[in-house]
Structure formats: structure tokens, C-alpha cells
């Protein structure tokens, strides 16, 4: 996320290369190019390679959310595996007393994080 919100800072109309972000952010250059590839992926950066080359965001820093980032990187926000295509595919939805809890949690939990976008976090300081 430290990634992203630098990039919507410091890009201005130009690509920004990893080595700038990971020194600003003090984040290893080698864990910013293991995640590069699942921003790139979903569509959250763009990429530029060659003497200019570097990173960039592809969405607009108010339009990138909290929640697109985590779903990037992490995978499913759901807490529970039955949750993560749906409560329908849960095999046992109709028995299961406590799937109204994760289903509610999972529910709040992408509406959090669907809320908050890069904008919000510098902006908030």
C-alpha cells in the first residue's frame, strides 16, 4: 500500500523507478519487485521499461481503494473459505448457525476497505 500511495505522490506525468520508492519508504527493493507483478495484474500500475522506465499508477489515486489493494495482494478478503465465491458455494450454509457472522464480517470488512481510497490516505496526515 506504501507502494501505491508513494507512486500517487511522487509521479507526477513520469515513470518512478522501485529503487526511489523503496529508499523513500524504506521498503526492500526485493519485496517491491515480488508484488509489482500482482499491482501490475490487476490492473493497479502500469509499467515502463528502458532508460525512462519505472512505475506508474493506472487508476487515479481516488479511484484505487484500500480494498482493490488487499484483493491484489492478499487474495480474498474473506474470513471464512466458504465465504470466498459466496455463501452459496458453502456446502453446509443451510446447517451452519455461524455463517451469518462471517458473512456480516465479510461484508463490513469490503465496505471498510472499499471506502477508504489512496486519496483518503494523504490526504488524512
Same mark, same amino acid.
Given at each position: 500500500? *506504501?507502494?501505491?500511495?508513494?507512486?500517487?505522490?511522487?509521479?507526477g506525468? +513520469? =515513470?518512478v523507478? $522501485?529503487?526511489?520508492? #523503496?529508499?523513500?519508504?524504506?521498503?526492500?527493493k +526485493? @519485496?517491491?519487485?515480488?508484488?509489482?507483478?500482482?499491482?501490475s495484474?490487476?490492473?493497479?500500475? *502500469?509499467?515502463?521499461?528502458?532508460? *525512462?522506465?519505472?512505475?506508474?499508477?493506472?487508476?487515479?489515486?481516488? +479511484?484505487c481503494?484500500?480494498g482493490?489493494?488487499l484483493?491484489?495482494?492478499?487474495?480474498? $478478503?474473506?474470513?471464512? #473459505?466458504?465465504?470466498? @465465491?459466496?455463501?452459496n458455494?458453502?456446502?453446509r +450454509?443451510?446447517?451452519?448457525?455461524?455463517l @451469518?457472522v462471517?458473512?456480516? =464480517?465479510?461484508r $463490513?470488512?469490503?465496505?471498510? =476497505?472499499?471506502?477508504?481510497? $489512496?486519496?483518503?490516505?494523504?490526504?488524512?496526515?
Amino acid at each position: 500500500m *506504501r507502494m501505491l500511495v508513494d507512486l500517487a505522490q511522487n509521479q507526477g506525468e +513520469k =515513470f518512478v523507478s $522501485l529503487a526511489d520508492i #523503496a529508499e523513500r519508504q524504506n521498503i526492500s527493493k +526485493k @519485496y517491491l519487485e515480488q508484488i509489482v507483478p500482482m499491482l501490475s495484474k490487476a490492473g493497479l500500475i *502500469r509499467t515502463n521499461r528502458g532508460n *525512462r522506465g519505472g512505475y506508474m499508477l493506472n487508476v487515479p489515486a481516488d +479511484k484505487c481503494s484500500v480494498g482493490d489493494i488487499l484483493r491484489a495482494t492478499e487474495g480474498s $478478503l474473506a474470513p471464512v #473459505a466458504c465465504l470466498e @465465491y459466496g455463501e452459496n458455494t458453502c456446502p453446509r +450454509k443451510d446447517e451452519c448457525i455461524t455463517l @451469518y457472522v462471517w458473512d456480516d =464480517f465479510f461484508r $463490513l470488512t469490503n465496505e471498510y =476497505f472499499d471506502g477508504i481510497t $489512496l486519496q483518503n490516505i494523504i490526504e488524512h496526515k
